[in-house]
């Protein structure tokens, strides 16, 4: 596609449930990071892959969060046992390189935990 | 602790004036990135800065990068109604092949016109 693209748009789920995000890169880019924004806040850093490993997953809070990329395009962002504060926009980007490659990020996913 | 910080948070300024946004970080990098944010919107890149004394100019905005001061600024020339949104700075404080950016808070700036 033209961009990348994230589904679902918005997501509410109850405490407890387990939630899936998707992300479907720009063709062609090898890079693939998940960042995760709250309300006024910048992105942070949850992880990146590098064609279909995870080369750092540093960012991840918990083991309640994974992600994979098996084919090295399309990944999900997978997450256990919601709480509350995992509450946020979850923004995937890609990138043609790995480093100092200029980032072209999708509209992101809401998720609510009630 | 590896920070990056911007200022101002916040600024509301008139139609035609001039203004700098200043972001500052902690440790060494020499590659910055200025973003855009609409509200409700993805990130959409303005400027890649990856040595010292970079400068990046796109219409009415001009980005600088002083790798020895740890400091870009993004200056706005003649401000229109249309670039009020919120600006993020991110630096590249990785160190090795891997690739983690660190971001500022962001800066909304409204426009009036």
């Known amino acids: 596609g033209a961009g990348v693209s994230q589904t679902p748009s918005n997501k509410v789920t109850e405490k407890g449930k387990y939630v899936e995000l998707r992300c479907d890169p720009i063709?062609?880019?090898?890079?693939l990071y998940w960042y995760r924004q709250s309300l006024g806040q910048g992105p942070e850093f949850l992880i990146y892959?590098?064609?279909?490993?995870?080369?750092?997953d540093s960012g991840l809070p918990n083991d309640r969060f994974f992600a994979v990329r098996p084919e090295g395009s399309v990944s999900t962002l997978k997450i256990q046992r919601t709480e509350r504060g995992d509450s946020a926009v979850y923004l995937c980007?890609?990138?043609?390189?790995?480093?100092?490659?200029?980032?072209?990020f999708g509209e992101g996913s809401r998720l609510t935990v009630l | 602790e590896l920070k990056v910080e911007q200022n101002p948070l916040f600024l509301s300024m008139q139609e035609g004036k001039n203004y700098t946004i200043y972001c500052n970080y902690s440790?060494?990098?020499?590659?910055l990135y200025w973003y855009r944010q609409d509200p409700g919107k993805s990130l959409e890149s303005l400027f890649v800065l990856l040595s010292n004394g970079a400068v990046k100019q796109e219409g009415r905005l001009m980005a600088s990068l002083d790798t020895k001061a740890r400091l870009s600024t993004l200056h706005i020339t003649a401000a229109v109604h249309d670039l009020s949104a919120t600006y993020f700075c991110?630096?590249?404080?990785?160190?090795?092949?891997?690739?983690?950016?660190?971001w500022g808070a962001g800066t909304k700036l409204i426009i009036k016109p």
């Open positions: 440790t060494t990098s020499d590659r």
């Open positions: 991110a630096v590249d404080m990785s160190l090795d092949s891997n690739y983690q950016l660190i």
């Open positions: 063709s062609g880019h090898t890079a």
């Open positions: 980007a890609s990138s043609r390189i790995g480093r100092a490659g200029e980032l072209f």
């Open positions: 892959f590098q064609g279909t490993g995870a080369a750092d």
